[in-house]
């Protein structure tokens, strides 16, 4: 029998690792409450609440890895504390159990804002709202004796990614010819990861003992602005570059007087008022991955999406 990889969620990171692991032949288990996932013949999908010790323990027996994917039931810092700490320690022990390394996909949030671009030596120490739960969530990690890798990518693009600054608020437009919003300064660098480089770097992890127990930064392309990165996705889709409306810090302030995800959006919007530069050299090399480069990333992600507008999804 192949050996058994488990994927809790099936989310954009959930699914891309999923499909990337049953390519290369892999045997895999997705878990989620509803039962849902990717469907292929090397992927077993189950009903399991990640947050139940007794129904997780079932499902990672025998498992090599396990690739934590789930995330908080909100977009908010009250609901990721009460969520996320708990969860992910009966993911650890469980896990640790069974014999299993934890591969996380992780934010930038951790490094607060910064005035460099950002290898895996920036401190990692923020002490407010949503980064600072990430710093608890990654010191959890270190304390725990289960082995663990954690992958931090900047804003996705690419398949499977929706609920992104380079998703249904931004590609959709590109291919209707109509205008985009982008949060902040648009001429200013700031990195995107690609999802699938995501995937490859945390199966790349997970297979790799000499990477357990480490921070890791996902393979990703030279930062370009907003602006240079819808006139790539213009370009991959045979459209001209659209009109870009920048929103700036002070409108996501007042919308979130009366609404908490604007609220939420605005806490972080300091990631689209600098540069917001993710390097990954060091990561590249120990991993033995390279970043999809900018042409290829505005290809593969117009492509998908010109297949999720084509099917009405």
């Avoid at 591969?103 to 910064?114: A, I, Q």
Wanted: glycine fraction near 8%; aromatic fraction near 6%; hydrophobic fraction near 45%.
């Amino acid at each position: 029998m192949p050996e058994l990889h488990v994927v809790t969620g099936a989310g954009p990171v959930g699914t891309t690792v999923a499909e990337q692991l049953v390519a290369a032949g892999k045997n895999v288990r997705v878990l989620t409450r509803s039962g849902s996932g990717p469907e292929h013949p090397l992927i077993e999908r189950r009903k399991v609440d990640v947050t139940r010790r007794d129904q997780l323990s079932a499902a990672v027996e025998g498992a090599v890895a396990v690739y934590h994917c789930t995330h908080g039931s909100r977009y908010a810092a009250s609901a990721w504390w009460a969520e996320l700490p708990a969860t992910e320690q009966i993911v650890l022990e469980v896990a640790g159990r069974a014999g299993a390394v934890v591969v996380f996909p992780e934010s930038l949030y951790s490094y607060g804002p910064v005035t460099a671009p950002m290898t895996e030596d920036t401190p990692r120490a923020a002490d407010f709202g949503k980064p600072a739960v990430r710093v608890a969530l990654l010191r959890a990690r270190e304390e725990s004796s289960t082995p663990t890798v954690s992958v931090a990518a900047s804003d996705f693009i690419g398949p499977h990614v929706r609920n992104s600054h380079a998703g249904e608020r931004m590609v959709p437009n590109i291919l209707a010819g109509k205008a985009v919003q982008a949060f902040g300064k648009p001429d200013l660098p700031h990195s995107f990861t690609y999802m699938p480089d995501l995937a490859a770097a945390m199966i790349a992890a997970a297979a790799n003992r000499t990477l357990w127990n480490s921070f890791l930064h996902a393979p990703t392309a030279p930062a370009a602005s907003i602006r240079e990165l819808v006139a790539a996705l213009a370009g991959a889709a045979g459209r001209p570059a659209p009109r870009i409306l920048a929103l700036p810090t002070w409108t996501l302030r007042g919308a979130g007087l009366m609404n908490e995800l604007m609220r939420e959006l605005a806490e972080m919007n300091y990631q689209f008022d600098r540069p917001f530069e993710l390097d990954s050299t060091a990561s590249e090399r120990r991993l033995g991955l390279a970043a999809t480069p900018l042409p290829d990333v505005a290809k593969g992600t117009v492509e998908w999406w010109k297949t999720v507008v084509a099917q009405g999804k």
